[in-house]
């Protein structure tokens, strides 16, 4: 009987152990406080990208696109590259650390909050988004002094303008590109008091349509010189200056030979050295979690005025815009970034 009774209690303990957990295909192993397995990276080093859009945008994700052969050129790295928003993009980033991926870069500012969630699950991978203000042990951000560039278009935007009204034509409003848009216009006001800045967001990534009529819009209203930040949208914006013949700048990549033939500048983004640079250190397991900003100083940003146009431009605004050039790398000339 004694011995019924204890068989009977230990099938009772098992089977409350059981049903109290689920069983052990119940828990999942990404739980907030606990580490997710990783497969191990198969003796390579591994580096995925995750960008807003196409690489084949002509501008930001293109760009980033460009750091990541760097990334397997330089290193003989193993890369990946897709494209994931909003809700997406977690999954993303959890399927490569799970695959073994020893650095996972989302490309925007998008990408910093995601990546401070999944990266206390994934502590054999970094994690680094262009831009944010979020960082941890194995997570954080590098941001592009991208303002420096933008800053010079806003100068020589208020110098080309005619009607004394220009416009910055953006998609997604985040914080990152709303800073250079900051910079764009405290570059027009300082070179020109009074100059009337339009800025508008069209909301969407990649939207032609939108952003030329949003564009248009802005013509409509007086405005002669247009910059974007509306990645593979630039072209609606592009085509829109066309039709109207007023000028238009290019950004993050150079976009000087857009089949327009209206972009007569680019701010531009030289992501190589710096994803490069990163990636390195991932590498040699020296990377800190931090925020990094690079600049002109360091060969990350420039802006390149388009050869083929450049006989419009006035030779003093040409010398004026090298020696502001100049004075940026130096550290002379301090653009206005935005806290984020």
């Not at 290019?250 to 531009?268: C, E, K, P, R, T």
């Amino acid at each position: 009987m004694k011995n019924t009774v204890m068989t009977f209690l230990v099938s009772a303990l098992a089977f409350c152990v059981i049903g109290c957990t689920g069983g052990t295909d119940a828990a999942p192993k990404t739980a907030s406080n606990q580490p997710a397995d990783q497969k191990p990276a198969s003796g390579g080093f591994k580096v995925a990208l995750i960008t807003p859009g196409p690489v084949s945008d002509s501008g930001w994700n293109a760009l980033a696109y460009d750091g990541l052969m760097a990334i397997q050129k330089g290193l003989g790295a193993e890369v990946k590259n897709d494209d994931a928003t909003g809700t997406k993009i977690k999954d993303s980033m959890r399927s490569y650390a799970q695959d073994g991926y020893n650095l996972v870069i989302g490309h925007g500012f998008e990408y910093n909050d995601p990546e401070a969630e999944v990266a206390a699950n994934f502590p054999k991978t970094v994690f680094v988004s262009s831009s944010g203000g979020k960082t941890g042990a194995n997570f954080g951000a590098f941001r592009f002094a991208l303002e420096q560039g933008f800053y010079l278009a806003g100068a020589l935007a208020a110098e080309m303008s005619k009607t004394g009204k220009i416009a910055m034509i953006g998609g997604p409003k985040v914080p990152s590109i709303e800073s250079t848009f900051n910079a764009f216009r405290a570059g027009a006001m300082a070179e020109k008091k009074g100059i009337q800045v339009f800025e508008e967001f069209t909301g969407k990534d990649s939207d032609i349509q939108a952003a030329k009529q949003l564009t248009e819009a802005q013509l409509a209203k007086g405005a002669d010189v247009v910059i974007h930040q509306a990645n593979a949208a630039a072209q609606g914006v592009f085509d829109a200056c066309k039709e109207k013949n007023v000028w238009a700048l290019g950004a993050n990549l150079n976009q000087n030979d857009n089949a327009s033939g209206v972009v007569i500048a680019s701010a531009v983004i030289v992501a190589q050295p710096a994803f490069l640079e990163l990636a390195k250190a991932v590498k040699a397991g020296t990377y800190k979690g931090e925020i990094t900003t690079v600049g002109m100083d360091k060969g990350a940003i420039d802006f390149i005025v388009n050869p083929k146009l450049q006989a419009k431009i006035p030779a003093d605004v040409l010398k004026k815009l090298e020696d502001m050039k100049a004075k940026i790398k130096s550290g002379a000339l301090s653009v206005p970034m935005d806290k984020f």
